[in-house]
């Protein structure tokens, strides 16, 4: 089993910034592929961004250039930065993680094993 916790979510103005942590624990070691997913209200949830054990990382095209995954094995932390945020970034985010890598379908919530709770980001214009 492995437990995610979400934190950094907040209010904030068109343009800003704000930083998403995940924190992961229990069997952290069997985790591949870690992602971010968000959830608007009336939406489906979509993948944002996800990222290998190695380092690799995956963008949706619309955050490409403002958003960055990171991830510290060491410490079971992921991170996601958002810079120029816009309303349409408005979304429960939530961290997931994964024991069999997604390959092709990092995107794919039905590829992940494991979610956490969901921090709110909120962008006003």
């Known amino acids: 089993q492995v437990q995610l916790v979400e934190s950094g979510g907040g209010s904030v103005q068109g343009g800003g910034s704000l930083r998403l942590s995940c924190a992961a624990s229990?069997?952290?070691?069997?985790?591949?592929?870690m992602a971010w997913f968000r959830q608007a209200a009336g939406k489906a949830r979509e993948g944002v961004t996800a990222?290998?054990?190695?380092?690799?990382?995956y963008y949706r095209e619309s955050v490409k250039g403002r958003f960055t995954i990171s991830r510290d094995n060491a410490k079971n932390m992921m991170y996601l930065e958002m810079n120029s945020l816009k309303p349409e970034d408005t979304a429960m985010y939530y961290c997931?993680?994964?024991?069999?890598?997604?390959?092709?379908?990092?995107?794919?919530?039905?590829?992940?094993?494991?979610w956490g709770q969901g921090t709110q980001v909120t962008v006003s214009s």
């Open positions: 229990g069997n952290t070691t069997a985790v591949t592929y």
């Open positions: 990222i290998s054990r190695g380092g690799r990382t």
């Open positions: 997931a993680a994964a024991i069999i890598p997604p390959m092709g379908f990092w995107s794919a919530s039905d590829k992940y094993n494991y």
